[in-house]
């Protein structure tokens, strides 16, 4: 099995999700679209794509943005799984429609979760234990139509959802490394 991980900036990694996925024998390749001439990709050669944060904006004007958003389209269409993380949950939700927008708050450091009761037997969030979870964002979003939300927190709404069966946008960080 491989998944494609797409990075916005060199410092933004799987952190610990990287080895629970080698650890299943999922490899692991990156694309790096943020840099000049990064080599193009072909996302069906791929099982899953998750697409990681960064601090730009989704409404910044960045051509590797709109291909990232169009890569989001292409995957939901192939029923491909994905996973979005911060930036990574606002593309999904813009590509799916949703509007992208300053949250009322910036949200940086340790907050809890309080999660739906859909969430309880989501196969993601089944079984999970996450009190405190990390958040770095300044941005929010609008749940994309049909999606559903499976957690939020005091300062933001939308912290974490899905869309159909196979796309998840989590705008916390539960990748973060010590």
Same mark, same amino acid.
């Given at each position: 099995?491989?998944?494609?991980? &797409?990075? $916005?900036?060199? !410092?933004?990694?799987?952190?610990?999700?990287?080895? @629970?996925?080698?650890?299943? $024998?999922?490899?692991?390749?990156?694309?790096?679209?943020?840099?000049?001439?990064?080599?193009? *990709?072909?996302?069906?050669?791929?099982?899953?794509?998750? !697409? =990681?944060?960064?601090?730009?904006?989704?409404?910044?004007?960045?051509?590797?943005? $709109? *291909?990232?958003?169009?890569?989001?389209?292409?995957?939901?269409? *192939? *029923?491909?799984?994905?996973l979005?993380?911060?930036?990574?949950?606002?593309?999904?939700?813009?590509?799916? %429609?949703?509007?992208v927008?300053?949250?009322?708050?910036?949200?940086?450091?340790?907050? %809890?979760?309080?999660?739906?009761? @859909?969430?309880?037997?989501?196969?993601?969030?089944?079984?999970?234990?996450?009190?405190?979870?990390?958040?770095?964002?300044?941005?929010?979003?609008? =749940?994309?139509?049909?999606?559903?939300?499976? @957690?939020?927190?005091?300062?933001?709404?939308?912290?974490?959802?899905?869309?159909?069966?196979?796309?998840?946008? =989590?705008? &916390? $960080?539960?990748?973060?490394?010590?």
């Amino acid at each position: 099995m491989r998944v494609l991980v &797409f990075r $916005h900036v060199p !410092f933004e990694g799987l952190g610990l999700i990287e080895p @629970a996925l080698r650890v299943r $024998h999922i490899e692991v390749d990156y694309a790096d679209l943020y840099q000049a001439g990064a080599p193009p *990709r072909d996302i069906g050669a791929y099982d899953a794509l998750i !697409f =990681l944060g960064g601090p730009m904006s989704v409404n910044d004007d960045l051509p590797f943005l $709109h *291909r990232e958003m169009e890569f989001i389209r292409q995957a939901i269409a *192939r *029923r491909q799984p994905i996973l979005g993380i911060c930036l990574g949950a606002q593309l999904i939700a813009r590509a799916l %429609g949703a509007t992208v927008r300053r949250n009322s708050a910036k949200e940086i450091g340790w907050y %809890g979760l309080d999660f739906t009761e @859909a969430a309880g037997g989501d196969r993601l969030f089944d079984g999970l234990s996450m009190e405190t979870v990390f958040h770095w964002h300044g941005e929010t979003f609008d =749940l994309p139509p049909g999606a559903e939300l499976l @957690a939020s927190s005091g300062l933001c709404r939308n912290q974490a959802f899905r869309a159909g069966e196979r796309v998840y946008g =989590l705008q &916390f $960080h539960l990748e973060v490394t010590p």
